[in-house]
């Protein structure tokens, strides 16, 4: 099945640059200039991945608040922030709203297209047939690759994909270390550090609204993060 993608970008030039490539790798394409129209069309159906810029025409962080509102519409669709905004708070805010990367314009289109690709293969390893490792069980938490469902004392967890993928990466083998690198890679993510820690942030902040008391997931100083029963 053809996967659609939808980008949300102000400038026609870019636009028309990314859009052509992005057909050109077979992706199903739609195009939008600013938040209100593309909010229009998501709030009918939502695209398999959006690719969003910060600031859209007059609405200076536009992307912003289009995120926020697509994380009401649906907590897994993936989204990627590509913008020319590079300071260290927009990436943060952009990931504290929910995208799943934070990527600028001067990224090359075989990055770009590799990191859209690595997102597919985690929506399609959702697909595959249920296996043991489907279902991880340990003390409270419960987590359910198949249905991509996340609980902790029978509570949902709204997670995003990549939210979704560092705590099954985790919480797969407790006590076992696991440096940045490794959850990069083992949640097909190609991002640096300070991206894990603030994803590693905003899921700590889920599972304390469900338990104030949640101290599970471990930072180990210069080696990385563990779950602890």
Not at 34 to 51: G, H, M, T, W
Not at 116 to 143: C, K, Q
């Amino acid at each position: 099945m053809v996967k659609t993608v939808a980008l949300v970008e102000d400038e026609s030039d870019i636009r028309e640059n990314y859009s052509d490539a992005l057909q050109k790798q077979g992706y199903q394409v739609s195009s939008y200039t600013n938040r209100k129209e593309a909010l229009k069309q998501f709030s009918q159906k939502l695209p398999d991945l959006i690719l969003i810029d910060v600031g859209l025409g007059e609405e200076n962080e536009g992307g912003f608040d289009l995120c926020r509102e697509l994380r009401n519409l649906s907590e897994i669709v993936p989204i990627i922030f590509l913008t020319a905004r590079d300071s260290d708070l927009d990436t943060i805010s952009g990931l504290r709203l929910g995208a799943d990367d934070y990527l600028t314009k001067d990224i090359t289109m075989p990055q770009l297209l590799a990191r859209i690709a690595a997102l597919f293969r985690r929506i399609d390893a959702f697909r595959n047939p249920v296996t043991e490792d489907d279902v991880i069980s340990h003390g409270h938490l419960m987590i359910d690759k198949n249905r991509l469902l996340l609980e902790w004392k029978s509570s949902k967890i709204d997670v995003t994909l990549t939210e979704f993928w560092i705590v099954y990466s985790l919480a797969y083998r407790p006590g076992h270390v696991k440096s940045r690198e490794q959850l990069m890679s083992e949640a097909k993510m190609f991002v640096d550090e300070g991206t894990i820690t603030s994803h590693i942030k905003r899921i700590r902040k889920k599972f304390i609204t469900v338990d104030k008391e949640f101290d599970c997931i471990e930072t180990i100083y210069g080696l990385g993060y563990r779950w602890n029963l």
